[in-house]
């Protein structure tokens, strides 16, 4: 009973769909419906490609996305179909590097698409793939490459045309419903935000470790709003005011974390610092009561800066403060009134980030502003990610064309194009493998499901008014498939193959001969791409968490030691999408204990790498003397190039110490500095370094790259 209660549980998208998923299965169907009649009435050779092209855009997300989609596969399209007529031109007698030059193109486009973001590593996908399908198609008539290239252009692009007319009739008011959803989204993020920030206020230990998950969040929103500014075209820069709200809440979060540590450290060794923090307490529910009526932040925006204000006036005040009745030595009490303005300072630093965020959120919800702001991050690229896929697809395609010189099989061409198809599309995924098996998947329920219909219902069928009522139910689950995340790769794949198979045209049905060609040359498609993905640089999730966390330690020593600092939101940037690719990896069923482990290490590393650029732009710009540069100067030195292979002598170890020793000689300095700008500088300084020196000491597990305990687990 309790199986079968499962089983109808995950069944419920297909009996049960949600309202979003029937209208995109509607539309979908529909599209392809248009595309298929169109190309038939304009009696095109292949006309099953304009419907396989509808099911190639189709987006169950957001108009943006979709609008994206079809203009940067557009884009490919147009490139493939260029590259392939200035490869046929140029090697139309030499059969090797007629082939060499489709595998070398693929791989290179497998190698772009893996350095870009969103639909521009479809576009780059789009344009392998459509020049190895003209090519391929052609090859045994290269004097009709031309006429080939043409027809499978218009194709995708007569299948993107009916695609989003019948999107344009279900997304009325596109531009209202952009602008609200995009404020919401927003407005959510700075919500959550404050939220954690209040939590760390009180000490909170769990929202520090929340953060993290806000934090991957906003990466996916900061994504999502290229699609929101094509639905905004033509409306300003909201766009750009969005994504430096985005940036300001991530380094709000950041910030907040440090302070959390600070409190932790020296909560016990202050004077009257905790007299604030009701105060801000009050503030801050008072903002989230102001961000949820809707009302003006303008007065919101008064009380923020009287409370930076009462912060900044105290700092003044613990430098001349002095002492009534001595409780203390004098020492000890110039210690606390030090404590008292590191934090004073970090507090004050959280309420400006917080300023900038709401300003920024307030010009992205006015309609009428047009400004010229701009507002971009840059991204880092994987590199070694690319290089595997292009080495993957180059190896997958020459075997393949091996295989095929060798057999001399007439469906040969076929297999190829279908080949180049899958190694250029499973590129663009994080996990290679598992979407190469939901392709495989797909391909074969697409071949089972097709031959039923060949040989059993399109037989029976005499006209398209009642063929097309019967593909609604197989198009239909494809369409609601696709709408679980769990079932797209294989929902998608599905759609695409069957509309391959069933092999629409005027002259009549495909036979049962052609199907059988046909759906082997699809099946070891599949086989060939899976078997590639498996033996040339497989996944395994172990080792790419291990080289996501190398690649954060080879970043944080790279601050330490460039010559050239980024800015710190490209830092927060950097670090935030490795955690959501770590994040991917884990299975929080499994081993609750190793996700702490990598959810701190990341945050650790974001801090250190915030305060290491701290650090660095007082030693570049020589804000203070010799002597406390230098000292800064050996702390970095350590840091660039401290690896913790060996447990507790390991030069983690002495990087810790070192900061430690660090801390107390400029605790000692601050108390004899008479220059009051440098005693500022050098409570930034401590409180930088304590916060290096804690998130290096707790975190030694995830630092110690060479330490296999923990990849074990």
């Known amino acids: 009973m309790v199986v079968g209660r499962s089983t109808l549980e995950s069944l419920r998208w297909l009996y049960a769909p949600q309202k979003v998923a029937i209208i995109f299965a509607f539309r979908t169907i529909l599209a392809s419906y248009i595309a298929l009649l169109v190309a038939l009435w304009m009696e095109l050779d292949s006309p099953r490609w304009a419907m396989m092209a509808v099911w190639i855009v189709a987006q169950n997300t957001s108009r943006g996305e979709v609008l994206s989609k079809a203009y940067w596969i557009i884009f490919g399209n147009i490139t493939g179909v260029i590259v392939s007529l200035c490869i046929v031109a140029a090697f139309p007698q030499q059969p090797f590097l007629f082939e060499l030059s489709i595998a070398f193109w693929v791989a290179f486009c497998c190698w772009v698409s893996s350095c870009t973001r969103n639909f521009r590593a479809l576009g780059m996908v789009m344009a ?9 198609s052609s090859v045994n008539d290269p004097n009709e490459t031309f006429m080939m290239a043409m027809s499978r252009g218009s194709y995708f692009i007569l299948g993107i045309l009916a695609e989003n007319f019948t999107a344009r009739i279900f997304d009325l008011n596109l531009h209202h419903h952009a602008h609200k959803k995009l404020n919401d989204d927003l407005q959510t993020a700075v919500e959550e935000s404050i939220k954690s920030v209040t939590k760390m206020l009180d000490g909170n230990d769990w929202a520090v470790a929340q953060s993290d998950r806000l934090l991957s969040s906003i990466i996916n929103l900061n994504n999502n709003i290229e699609f929101r500014e094509r639905e905004l075209k033509g409306t300003g820069h909201r766009g750009d005011h969005a994504r430096a709200v985005l940036a300001s809440v991530s380094g709000l979060l950041v ?6 540590i600070l409190m932790k450290q020296i909560q016990n060794q202050n004077l009257n610092f905790h007299h604030i923090i009701p105060l801000t ?6 903002l989230l009561l102001a961000l949820r009526s809707g009302e003006p932040l303008e007065y919101t925006l008064k009380a923020l800066n009287s409370l930076r204000w009462e912060c900044r006036q105290r700092i003044a005040d613990s430098f001349y403060k002095t002492l009534g009745e001595k409780q203390f030595s004098n020492e000890e009490f110039a210690t606390k009134l030090l404590n008292d303005r590191i934090l004073y300072q970090s507090l004050r630093e959280i309420l ?5 965020a709401l300003r920024e959120l307030e010009k992205s919800r006015d309609i009428t502003l047009h400004d010229h702001f701009k507002f971009d991050t840059k991204h880092a690229f994987d590199f070694k990610r690319a290089w595997r896929n292009a080495i993957r697809a180059f190896v997958a395609i020459s075997v393949g064309c091996i295989a095929w010189e060798v057999t001399g099989w007439d469906r040969g061409p076929l297999f190829l194009a279908f080949l180049c198809m899958g190694c250029a599309r499973f590129c663009i995924f994080e996990n290679a493998t598992l979407a190469c098996m939901g392709w495989f998947k797909g391909a074969c329920l697409a071949i089972l499901v097709g031959g039923f219909f060949n040989f059993l219902i399109l037989p029976t069928i005499s006209n398209f008014e009642i063929l097309f009522v019967i593909l609604i139910v197989p198009l239909a689950v494809g369409g609601l498939a696709m709408c679980v995340p769990k079932y797209a790769p294989i929902a998608s794949t599905y759609a695409f193959f069957f509309c391959y198979i069933l092999g629409f ?7 049962e001969l052609s ?8 099946l070891m498609s599949g086989v060939f791409a899976l078997a590639s993905y498996r033996l040339f640089f497989p996944y395994r999730a172990r080792r790419l968490r291990r080289q996501m966390r190398e690649k954060l330690l080879q970043g944080m020593h790279h601050l330490a030691e460039t010559a050239t600092l980024p800015l710190a939101r490209e830092w927060i940037s950097f670090v935030s999408e490795s955690l959501v690719v770590l994040m991917r990896q884990l299975n929080e069923d499994r081993n609750t204990t190793l996700i702490q482990t990598y ?6 590393v974001m801090l250190i790498g915030i305060h290491i650029i701290r650090l660095r732009s007082m030693v570049d710009f020589d804000i203070m003397s010799k002597d406390i540069n230098d000292v800064l100067r050996v702390v970095l030195r350590r840091i660039s190039v401290f690896d913790g292979r060996r447990a507790k002598y390991a030069p983690h170890a002495r990087t810790v110490m070192i900061a430690h020793r660090a801390i107390a000689k400029f605790r000692q300095r601050e108390l004899y500095e008479k220059n009051l700008a440098v005693r500022i500088e050098i409570s930034a300084a401590i409180s930088s370094l304590i916060i290096i020196a804690y998130a290096l000491d707790k975190n030694a597990s995830f630092l110690r790259i060479k330490n296999r305990h923990l990849l074990a687990k």
Do not use: W
Not at 599 to 604: L, V
């Open 505 to 511: 045209s005027n002259d009549g049905r495909v036979d």
């Open 128 to 136: 392998g793939y459509s020049c190895a399908i003209i090519l391929f």
């Open 255 to 260: 910030k907040a974390s440090g302070f959390s």
């Open 281 to 286: 307490k009050i503030y801050l529910t008072e």
């Open 599 to 604: 959810r701190h290490g990341s945050m650790a």
């Open 352 to 356: 400006a980030e917080l300023e900038v």
């Open 515 to 522: 199907y059988f060609n046909n759906s082997l040359a699809v």
